[in-house]
């Protein structure tokens, strides 16, 4: 009798595992990957952001230069970070640490598509928030603010949605 | 005549920390002790001076940020150090004996879940409407642009302040020292200062 | 932002002893010691102006100040379960705060080369009736802005020994009781009102000193 109904058994034991996962925090779960980067943007010499500054990637800039707002004929990248999207809970990136200068807060508003999520964000500049919104952001698809001036040219801080983990119900 | 206070007592005089009875002892025998009643009124001419130039309390910058900051270092820590916790079902030998009617129950809920799609975005953003901006900075202001030329979202800001030149972000992302969070500083027993 | 630093002769007499505490924040403390970050929050909100005060009058460095008290704070989330609810939670702070500007100043070695040598004082035994207290009525006439003149009490406050600016800072400025400080610095009440007495002393002779002639 038991054998036959092992095989029950064993699947309703798999079956309570995501169960007893989801008693830890579903909160917590992973959802995706949000990075944030802030490039400096001139149209006069590219040195002064720094010689640390690295070079943007020539995609990335043709395409920055597609955008009328955005357009500039330099870019370097001052900074990046990426952090985990969660389901319920709110991180924040910090794309020029240990500098608290430029901040981003996010938080999911709603389980994410397969290639989107809206988001509660918020850009923080020297520790004011400064605008927040609800964006919703497609992979391939970033957000980008045109901030603050900063030598002779204007940060650009770029929001992106990576990727969108799995999830479990 | 009153007994002279002990040391202990008569700093404590000065300081305006005795109360009751033991206040009017005091006072009365400084009463017959002009030198003491003016040694009182120093102490607290003093305190009015450096109170009066330094403050007992001040709201730190960016308060707002400041306990977000907190918020933030807390849910860090907490992420990190915060062991999983099962529920008591992680007991496998439990689960085994669990009745065969919850065992099915549960597997049609974890196919039920799993063929249920995401819910998609509340109402508000989706991928092609104008997000909502919010901008709590007085003189700053914010215009959204969908570029689809670029494909890309941009926000462009206006009146926001300038960030001075000084500032070096590369020298500070490429060299990132992690501030040491000096652990003697214990809450219940601190180290004795030298 | 709050700049403007109590009247003492105008404040009761409890204040001057004892730091104004909500009633509440035990309910608070015990909520936030249950995991509740909300409670937590509201105990940070209702702290952090001291903390932030105490700690950049010692340091002297507004933004060494933001960072510390925020630390504090954090340190006092994780230590939440080893506080022991019959104390007072700023009387717990202000000891984490204090230990926190020692450690600091130990590291960034605040104290200066410049550091009043205490030994020139006389160190008799403590006389509680004898002057030690900067006489305001020698301090530089009215005329001198109050910002000048709080710029030379922290130059000579930043002459003391770590210890003697505490006790100066707890006691005169935050008007806490000996108490209180004997327990936020882990010593005895004599301890305290030695420091002080000696640290009054000190800043009198490096105030008189600042007198023009």
């Given at each position: 009798?038991?054998?036959?109904?092992?095989?029950?058994?064993?699947?309703?034991?798999?079956?309570?595992?995501?169960?007893?996962?989801?008693?830890?925090?579903?909160?917590?779960q992973v959802v995706g990957k949000i990075k944030v980067e802030v490039y400096h943007a001139t149209d006069g010499?590219?040195?002064?952001?720094?010689?640390?500054?690295?070079?943007?990637?020539?995609?990335?800039?043709?395409?920055?230069?597609?955008?009328?707002?955005?357009?500039?004929?330099?870019?370097?990248?001052?900074?990046?970070?990426?952090?985990?999207?969660?389901?319920?809970?709110?991180?924040?990136?910090?794309?020029?640490?240990?500098?608290?200068?430029?901040?981003?807060?996010?938080?999911?508003?709603?389980?994410?598509?397969?290639?989107?999520?809206?988001?509660?964000?918020?850009?923080?500049?020297?520790?004011?928030?400064?605008?927040?919104?609800?964006?919703?952001?497609?992979?391939?698809?970033?957000?980008?603010?045109?901030?603050?001036?900063?030598?002779?040219?204007?940060?650009?801080?770029?929001?992106?949605?990576?990727?969108?983990?799995?999830?479990?119900? | 005549?009153?007994?002279?206070?002990?040391?202990?007592?008569?700093?404590?005089?000065?300081?305006?920390?005795?109360?009751?009875?033991?206040?009017?002892?005091?006072?009365?025998?400084?009463?017959?002790?002009?030198?003491?009643?003016?040694?009182?009124?120093?102490?607290?001419?003093?305190?009015?001076?450096?109170?009066?130039?330094?403050?007992?309390?001040?709201?730190?910058?960016?308060?707002?940020?400041?306990?977000?900051?907190?918020?933030?270092?807390?849910?860090?820590?907490?992420?990190?150090?915060?062991?999983?916790?099962?529920?008591?079902?992680?007991?496998?030998?439990?689960?085994?004996?669990?009745?065969?009617?919850?065992?099915?129950?549960?597997?049609?809920?974890?196919?039920?879940?799993?063929?249920?799609?995401?819910?998609?975005?509340?109402?508000?953003?989706?991928?092609?409407?104008?997000?909502?901006?919010?901008?709590?900075?007085?003189?700053?202001?914010?215009?959204?642009?969908?570029?689809?030329?670029?494909?890309?979202?941009?926000?462009?800001?206006?009146?926001?302040?300038?960030?001075?030149?000084?500032?070096?972000?590369?020298?500070?992302?490429?060299?990132?020292?992690?501030?040491?969070?000096?652990?003697?500083?214990?809450?219940?027993?601190?180290?004795?200062?030298? | 932002?709050?700049?403007?630093?109590?009247?003492?002769?105008?404040?009761?007499?409890?204040?001057?002893?004892?730091?104004?505490?909500?009633?509440?924040?035990?309910?608070?403390?015990?909520?936030?010691?249950?995991?509740?970050?909300?409670?937590?929050?509201?105990?940070?909100?209702?702290?952090?102006?001291?903390?932030?005060?105490?700690?950049?009058?010692?340091?002297?460095?507004?933004?060494?100040?933001?960072?510390?008290?925020?630390?504090?704070?954090?340190?006092?989330?994780?230590?939440?379960?080893?506080?022991?609810?019959?104390?007072?939670?700023?009387?717990?702070?202000?000891?984490?705060?204090?230990?926190?500007?020692?450690?600091?100043?130990?590291?960034?070695?605040?104290?200066?080369?410049?550091?009043?040598?205490?030994?020139?004082?006389?160190?008799?035994?403590?006389?509680?009736?004898?002057?030690?207290?900067?006489?305001?009525?020698?301090?530089?006439?009215?005329?001198?802005?109050?910002?000048?003149?709080?710029?030379?009490?922290?130059?000579?406050?930043?002459?003391?020994?770590?210890?003697?600016?505490?006790?100066?800072?707890?006691?005169?400025?935050?008007?806490?009781?000996?108490?209180?400080?004997?327990?936020?610095?882990?010593?005895?009440?004599?301890?305290?009102?030695?420091?002080?007495?000696?640290?009054?002393?000190?800043?009198?002779?490096?105030?008189?000193?600042?007198?023009?002639?």
């Amino acid at each position: 009798m038991m054998r036959s109904l092992l095989p029950l058994i064993l699947i309703g034991t798999l079956a309570l595992i995501p169960t007893a996962r989801a008693q830890q925090d579903p909160g917590k779960q992973v959802v995706g990957k949000i990075k944030v980067e802030v490039y400096h943007a001139t149209d006069g010499d590219p040195k002064v952001a720094g010689k640390h500054a690295l070079e943007v990637d020539k995609n990335l800039a043709e395409r920055l230069k597609r955008e009328k707002q955005t357009c500039f004929k330099h870019y370097c990248l001052l900074g990046s970070d990426t952090k985990e999207l969660y389901r319920s809970y709110e991180n924040w990136a910090e794309p020029v640490k240990p500098s608290d200068e430029i901040m981003v807060r996010f938080e999911a508003q709603s389980a994410p598509s397969s290639d989107s999520a809206t988001l509660d964000l918020e850009l923080w500049l020297g520790r004011k928030k400064i605008v927040k919104t609800d964006i919703n952001l497609s992979i391939g698809k970033p957000l980008w603010v045109r901030g603050p001036t900063w030598r002779q040219g204007h940060l650009i801080i770029s929001v992106s949605l990576l990727s969108i983990e799995s999830q479990s119900p | 005549m009153n007994a002279p206070p002990d040391d202990n007592t008569l700093t404590l005089w000065l300081d305006d920390e005795l109360e009751g009875e033991q206040l009017a002892r005091v006072d009365a025998w400084a009463a017959e002790h002009p030198e003491q009643l003016k040694a009182r009124e120093q102490v607290r001419e003093w305190r009015k001076l450096i109170s009066s130039c330094l403050p007992a309390a001040e709201e730190p910058p960016a308060p707002e940020f400041f306990n977000e900051r907190i918020h933030h270092a807390i849910r860090e820590t907490a992420g990190k150090t915060q062991p999983i916790s099962l529920s008591a079902k992680r007991n496998s030998s439990r689960i085994l004996w669990m009745p065969l009617a919850a065992c099915a129950g549960m597997i049609l809920a974890f196919w039920l879940g799993a063929m249920v799609q995401p819910a998609d975005s509340i109402p508000g953003a989706s991928a092609n409407s104008k997000p909502n901006l919010y901008i709590p900075e007085a003189g700053v202001d914010a215009r959204w642009i969908s570029s689809h030329d670029a494909s890309a979202t941009v926000i462009v800001l206006d009146g926001v302040s300038a960030i001075p030149d000084e500032v070096d972000f590369t020298a500070m992302a490429l060299h990132r020292a992690r501030r040491e969070i000096d652990s003697t500083a214990a809450s219940e027993s601190p180290t004795p200062n030298p | 932002m709050n700049n403007s630093a109590p009247d003492p002769s105008k404040k009761p007499r409890e204040d001057v002893s004892c730091p104004s505490e909500e009633p509440d924040d035990s309910d608070l403390v015990a909520a936030a010691r249950g995991g509740s970050l909300e409670a937590f929050d509201e105990l940070v909100t209702r702290h952090r102006t001291r903390i932030f005060a105490m700690i950049r009058n010692m340091t002297r460095n507004e933004a060494e100040a933001w960072d510390l008290s925020q630390e504090v704070f954090i340190k006092a989330w994780s230590a939440l379960p080893r506080f022991q609810a019959r104390a007072r939670f700023s009387t717990w702070l202000y000891r984490i705060a204090h230990n926190l500007v020692c450690d600091w100043a130990r590291k960034r070695k605040i104290e200066s080369a410049g550091e009043f040598n205490e030994e020139i004082l006389d160190q008799q035994r403590i006389d509680a009736a004898s002057k030690t207290t900067p006489n305001s009525t020698q301090q530089p006439d009215k005329a001198m802005a109050s910002s000048e003149l709080r710029t030379k009490i922290e130059a000579a406050l930043g002459k003391l020994s770590d210890d003697h600016r505490q006790v100066v800072i707890l006691k005169d400025v935050q008007g806490i009781a000996y108490k209180e400080i004997a327990e936020i610095m882990d010593c005895s009440i004599g301890t305290v009102m030695s420091r002080l007495h000696h640290a009054r002393k000190n800043l009198q002779t490096l105030l008189q000193d600042e007198r023009p002639t």
